[in-house]
T-cell receptor
Framework: DGGITQSPKYLFRKEGQNVTLSCEQN?????MYWYRQDPGQGLRLIYY???????QKGDIAEGYSVSREKKESFPLTVTSAQKNPTAFYLC?????????????FGQGTRLTVV | RKEVEQDPGPFNVPEGATVAFNCTYS??????FFWYRQDCRKEPKLLMS???SGNEDGRFTAQLNRASQYISLLIRDSKLSDSATYLC?????????FGSGTRLSIRP
């Protein structure tokens, strides 16, 4: 089955530690995205990538880093510089804009920093 | 100002009612538009795309007004299962931007 896999589903980390969230897709999509969602809020764009070895900052990139070494993978690192990292993190992928398609989401990772 | 603005909600309506959600976007270069549905503690899922000519999918009707930069979603004969958060989504090139969502609760 084609889809997007995020792991782990739940993640607990101590304050001050970096943590990396995994996102893998087998939909052959070029574009991939990371969003953050806080309780009762919408999705805010952290980073996105249109193609391998290229990515752009979204609206709330501070304290986060990404890489796109393979088409299938777009990991997100939450660094110690992120002031309030506890949130629901969603990864998505999409076909290139020319195909005018929507984003497909993974099931998300709930990160709790204690 | 947010690039995509939605009715804040929440909407609490009886089963069988008709409910309408509105959304505005600020960037005229926006090119594709969607409504997503998100259930509690789940990922968003596509409800429907929105076209300039308007489009309908069963009880759901979406409209786009490019001149006013306005998108709407109408739900007729609402069901208990329609209770969710509805997200307005705008695509500009490869950037996909979500509104903050409108929460809908349908009561028996």
């Amino acid at each position: 089955d084609g889809g997007i896999t995020q792991s782990p589903k739940y993640l607990f980390r101590k304050e001050g530690q970096n943590v990396t969230l995994s996102c893998e897709q087998n939909l052959n999509h070029d574009a991939m995205y990371w969003y953050r969602q806080d309780p009762g809020q919408g999705l805010r764009l952290i980073y996105y990538s249109q193609i391998v070895n290229d990515f752009q900052k979204g609206d709330i990139a501070e304290g986060y880093s990404v890489s796109r070494e393979k088409k299938e993978s777009f990991p997100l690192t939450v660094t110690s510089a992120q002031k309030n990292p506890t949130a629901f993190y969603l990864c998505a992928s999409s076909s290139p804009f020319s195909q005018n398609t929507e984003a497909f989401f993974g099931q998300g990772t709930r990160l709790t920093v204690v | 100002r947010k690039e995509v603005e939605q009715d804040p909600g929440p909407f609490n309506v009886p089963e069988g009612a008709t409910v309408a959600f509105n959304c505005t976007y600020s960037n005229s270069a926006s090119q594709s538009f969607f409504w997503y549905r998100q259930d509690c503690r789940k990922e968003p899922k596509l409800l429907m795309s929105v076209y300039s000519s308007g489009n309908e999918d069963g009880r759901f009707t979406a409209q786009l007004n490019r001149a006013s930069q306005y998108i709407s979603l109408l739900i007729r004969d609402s069901k208990l299962s329609d209770s969710a958060t509805y997200l307005c989504v705008v695509r500009r090139a490869s950037k996909i931007i979500f509104g903050s969502g409108t929460r809908l609760s349908i009561r028996p």
